[in-house]
């Protein structure tokens, strides 16, 4: 086979996604896997001491964990098997399912769970293997970085606004001028590029290259469209890094579209390793489900709308056909049952034989848009794609409104957007992923590795087998690297009332502020609740002596690296801080945990999981409930050790985990820290602390 040499590109915007230098061919490029088997480094003589690693990492530790890791992926690989594997933090799990990657030949994909991960695995992990395993530059590999459509520039639809008078404000007229000015320089069109455009930016929603309006080979700008050259890439890499939201997206796309050889982006692969692989049931749920919402017909509106009138083709029938599906689906969407944030949509049915008429006219409305726009003479492109997502849509309703899949939990969203907007969602969840995954996934795949700090409860995988629909798989679970008993003190108070009581939040708060005394803040103090947190972090403003941080004052990069620059902080946070937060060092000697993270049994899919494991004979709380709660119990604590030379504080203020017979499963599932219920104990062992280091 022919070398395929790549080139190492370190100034260009090129680089900051596709390091290869690609030969025309749709093959995947296995040069490098041949010089690695030529050099026969065996994984021992990688990672062992005084092995490739060893000689080529500065930081370089043996980890019998690692070693043990890469040898699991590695006969995975070869045997075609699936394997699931718990690799505490510390492990350097990333490297140990690489290099058997490498090894492999296999074109494979790595799906992370998080944007952090994809560009560690793309900026340092593989850039750092290959100068390790290729130092004379040969048999380099062919990698690249997909993220979302929605990420990328759409090149029609940015020249289709050019001389348009639809910017709204000054802000958007920068904006664009920004967006058009870089549009001829960059080679990825990739927004993470344009660092001044605001996350928020309303300009840059009108000009992605979501699928929605995309026109595909029928596109005036398709042989220089970002996402068309990222599928081409995809095609010619060995390595193609992804996150789960791509992945699962990609593979609903193929199973609606029966996996006809051209539907979805990513390619044909021998493997796919899964990163972060805890979130796989969340992600996937929401891309196997349907969404409809008034956002989505309104922004169908506005683009038959504007595409019509810049092509001088908007005619009365069909701005009456518009206006008469706005009307109807606000009218629609005001009659669905009222309430804030996520709730079931049980009495579909009832609410049918209610508003039928009012459903049948939404119907009607897409039908009639629909054919106003097939009549049309002489169509431009996008007007198929219109007619498409107003069918897709009437469907979408159709199966909403009408199914009666006993496998769907079907529930409302309203959520309020900028400018008193209330948007409002339909949706549908598939309420057991396990079925859709075992055959659109692990059927079809010849491997799959699925990795996480998370994954094992009570030592075992049978959660995770159940949930993902994992079968006939090999498991491991790694020892850590890390020394927890000597590491990390964890501390639950036995004399706190039940958190679901009204006494805990005041008590709490005292508990708290008595430990930050001991630790001297350099804390996370984390909640399951917005409500929780706020109450807390009330109760305790002007309290302290130590400069808090609150979630939801400032963007979560933001806090984290005030966290990070302020000394002896304190940070109160809920959910998003629980995973994917590295704090090394002192700044974080103490994680604070108000209570064990079960899912709020009333959010509507967690109660359809429930209903449904009850109904089957199962016993949901401990099959679901609890097992769910102790990986985000693990995920929460895991945010303390992050290196060998952290050491800190662990508190549950939830005795529970001491008191109730299912308090068990979480305390065999946790790291053996050192444990206690003495207060006495906490500051013994700072005190300790304080004398090492000379405080
Ligand atoms: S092919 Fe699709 S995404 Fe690409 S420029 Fe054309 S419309 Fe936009």
Not at 124 to 152: H, S, T, W
Not at 276 to 286: C, K, M, N, Q, T
Not at 408 to 416: A, L, S, Y
Request: overall charge negative.
């Amino acid at each position: 086979m022919e070398l395929i040499r790549v080139k190492i590109q370190t100034t260009t915007a090129r680089d900051s996604y596709y390091r290869d230098f690609v030969a025309p061919t749709s093959q995947p490029a296995s040069a490098g896997v041949s010089s690695v088997k030529k050099q026969n480094v065996s994984l021992y003589q990688f990672f062992a001491p005084g092995g490739v690693l060893s000689r080529t990492h500065p930081a370089y530790e043996f980890r019998r964990g690692q070693l043990q890791m890469a040898q699991a992926v590695e006969q995975a690989l070869e045997e075609k098997r699936h394997l699931i594997v718990e690799a505490g933090t510390g492990t350097g799990k990333t490297l140990a399912y690489l290099v058997p990657v490498i090894r492999s030949g296999k074109r494979v994909i790595i799906s992370t769970g998080t944007k952090n991960l994809q560009e560690q695995l793309f900026h340092k992990d593989i850039p750092f293997l290959e100068q390790a395993l290729f130092p004379d530059g040969e048999g380099r590999l062919n990698v690249c970085y997909m993220k979302g459509r929605n990420n990328y520039l759409c090149r029609k639809k940015l020249y289709d606004l050019t001389g348009q008078p639809v910017l709204s404000g000054l802000e958007e007229i920068e904006h664009y001028r920004a967006i058009a000015a870089w549009e001829n320089t960059t080679q990825t069109g990739d927004r993470a590029e344009l660092a001044e455009l605001p996350e928020a930016s309303a300009l840059w929603h009108k000009i992605d290259a979501r699928s929605d309006a995309c026109i595909g080979q029928k596109c005036s700008s398709w042989d220089k469209c970002f996402i068309t050259e990222m599928h081409r890439r995809a095609m010619e890499s060995d390595i193609i890094i992804v996150n789960h939201h791509l992945f699962f997206a990609d593979l609903s796309i193929k199973q609606q579209a029966e996996y006809a050889p051209d539907a979805g982006i990513l390619p044909e692969v021998g493997a796919v390793i899964f990163d972060e692989a805890h979130e796989l049931e969340d992600v996937a749920g929401s891309y196997f489900g349907v969404s409809v919402s008034n956002g989505r017909v309104e922004e169908l509106c506005r683009d038959v709308e504007g595409s019509l009138q810049r092509n001088h083709m908007l005619s009365a029938a069909i701005s009456g056909a518009v206006k008469s599906l706005r009307e109807r689906a606000m009218f629609f969407f005001a009659l669905l049952p009222q309430g804030e944030g996520r709730f079931s949509f049980e009495n579909r049915r009832d609410f049918l034989e209610e508003n039928g008429d009012e459903f049948l006219a939404l119907q009607q409305s897409f039908t009639r848009l629909n054919s106003e726009l097939e009549n049309l003479p002489s169509k431009p492109e996008e007007v198929f794609n219109f007619a498409r997502r107003a069918q897709e849509l009437q469907v979408q309703f159709g199966f909403l409104m009408e199914s009666e899949d006993v496998n769907t939990v079907f529930w409302i969203e309203r959520r309020r957007g900028g400018r008193d907007k209330l948007n409002v969602y339909l949706q549908a969840t598939p309420i057991d992923v396990a079925p859709i995954l075992k055959t659109c996934l692990f059927d079809k795949l010849e491997c799959a590795v699925l990795t996480s700090a998370t994954l094992a409860v009570g030592g075992g995988f049978e959660y995770m087998r159940r949930r993902l629909g994992l079968e006939h798989t090999r498991e491991s679970v790694l020892p850590s690297h890390f020394d927890y008993e000597s590491q990390a003190l964890l501390y639950v108070p036995p004399d706190l009332p039940d958190p679901r009581t009204p006494q805990f939040a005041a008590k709490a708060a005292g508990r708290i502020r008595r430990l930050l005394e001991i630790t001297r803040g350099r804390a996370f103090v984390l909640f399951t609740s917005y409500a929780q947190m706020n109450d807390v972090y009330q109760r305790l403003l002007g309290e302290l002596d130590f400069p808090m941080l609150l979630q939801g004052d400032a963007p979560k990069s933001a806090l984290l690296e005030e966290f990070r620059l302020t000394p002896n902080a304190v940070l109160f946070a809920t959910s998003s801080f629980w995973q994917g937060v590295d704090v090394q060092g002192e700044q974080l000697s103490c994680v604070i945990i108000d209570r064990l993270p079960f899912a709020v049994p009333s959010d509507p899919v967690v109660a359809a999981r429930v209903k449904s494991i009850d109904a089957e004979g199962g016993n949901a709380f401990f099959q679901y409930q609890v097992p769910a709660a102790v990986i985000t119990l693990k995920q929460g604590f895991g945010r303390l050790i992050r290196s060998l030379h952290d050491r800190g504080l662990l508190v549950l203020l939830d005795n529970r985990i001491l008191k109730k017979q299912y308090g068990r499963v979480f305390v065999e599932s946790l790291p053996n820290y050192a444990r206690t219920t003495e207060l006495r104990a906490v500051e013994e062992w700072f005190g300790v602390e304080q004398e090492e280091r000379g405080f």
